[in-house]
């Protein structure tokens, strides 16, 4: 038998051992390794390039840091913004033959949209076409909001052509506003 001079519980038997690594399964072990910590250190050096460069791009999944299209890109800030009715009162302004139709077009023009009030403003070359697109206000109003969403445009304001510019003679005093402003 053999002394136990540390003073403790005999040592269990001892069980065969499973055979130590030999050389090339540790040279394989090691090589992993540093191929591993290299590869660690050059995705962040890659990571670092590409952030000085403008940004990481991202890999083959979509992410959002991926490019998108101008469409897309437009409709979300939109979106975002609350752009909503104004950009769809300003396709009615590009589609404006469409709507009223061309005869109707060739002589009203819309002006500008009044957002809190929803009152699209129209200028109109003559006073015939003015009465006529009054006439017609009603009719216009359905159809812009049936193609924008209910209550987009309240009142159509039509305003006729505008008056001549005001000439300076020689017998017109500086600052005067016209033959109004000696009315007091």
Known sequence: MTENTSGGAPEPPKSPRSPEPSGVDLARVALRAAKDAARARGDAAQQKKQARRGGLRSGARADGRD????????????????????????????????????????????????????????????????????????????????????????????????GPARRYGPLRAPGSTGPGDTYG
Not at 73 to 99: K, Y
């Open 67 to 162: 490019p998108m299209a101008l469409g897309s890109a437009i409709n979300r800030l939109i979106t975002e913004r609350g752009w909503e009715a104004p950009a769809a009162v300003g396709g009615v302004m590009g589609r404006w033959p469409q709507i009223v139709g061309e005869d109707v077009a060739k002589h009203c023009v819309p002006e500008r949209y009044d957002e809190d009030e929803r009152v699209l403003t129209v200028r109109c070359d003559s006073t015939a076409w003015a009465t006529n697109l009054r006439l017609l206000a009603p009719t216009l109003v359905a159809r812009l909001n049936e193609d924008l969403g209910h209550g987009t445009v309240k009142l159509i304001k039509v305003q006729g052509p505008g």
